[in-house]
């Protein structure tokens, strides 16, 4: 069967943290580890409610703010802190936008009410065909009713479609649905992967 799709994650693949520099300095100034920030803001119950549109991205930030115990004022410098060293890779955007000439391409994203107008802010979403966006379904990887909302949304089949994600238990719920998956690892390891299944499933 041919590929006809490819589906990509947001977080730690499209977008990485690069330099942890900026949350370590801003984990140093409230007394805490920069893992200690990560669990709230990424892993925190809710985080959870925000992953599924229970709660707008705005609530949980004010969520986080008075977990850190900083006043809600503190939240655009906290969040600027905290992404600091993140990076776009731009390259990658432009190898999606490329495949978009010969196949599908869509973005399954574990992400709060808020991704899809930052992507457009920075002018990516010319990348894809299809965003599906948990916050706004209402359900998260690695359920396999997110995946089949995706496939749906690009009109294919399981069997003609790639994922690649970060996480290994979303790689896995992709394989269970009957979906290829690769695990990003690093950037030219995954497009060299991808080229190599799009010349086997022509």
Do not use: C
């Not at 984990?27 to 709660?55: D, T, Y």
């Not at 060293?85 to 955007?93: I, K, P, V, Y």
């Not at 706004?136 to 749906?152: C, G, T, Y």
């Amino acid at each position: 069967m041919s590929l006809s799709a490819l589906y990509v994650d947001f977080g730690g693949v499209l977008v990485r943290t690069v330099d942890r520099a900026p949350r370590r300095r801003l984990a140093k100034s409230l007394g805490l580890s920069s893992r200690a920030i990560e669990q709230i803001v990424f892993e925190s119950p809710s985080a959870a409610q925000a992953a599924v549109g229970a709660i707008s991205e705005e609530q949980h930030w004010v969520n986080v703010i008075r977990a850190l115990k900083l006043p809600e004022g503190d939240i655009p410098r906290v969040k600027e802190e905290f992404f600091g060293g993140d990076t776009w890779d731009e390259a990658l955007f432009d190898f999606l936008r490329g495949l978009r000439k010969t196949i599908k391409t869509g973005l399954i994203s574990n992400a709060w009410t808020g991704l899809r107008a930052t992507i457009a802010k920075h002018q990516f979403d010319d990348a894809f065909d299809a965003m599906i966006i948990s916050a706004e379904v209402k359900v998260a990887k690695p359920e396999a009713r997110i995946f089949q909302i995706a496939l749906s949304a690009l009109g294919v089949s399981a069997g003609e479609a790639v994922f690649v994600d970060d996480m290994p238990a979303n790689v896995k719920a992709a394989r269970v649905v009957g979906m290829q998956a690769i695990q990003f690892t690093q950037p030219q390891a995954v497009l060299d992967e991808i080229k190599r299944l799009l010349t086997n499933h022509r």
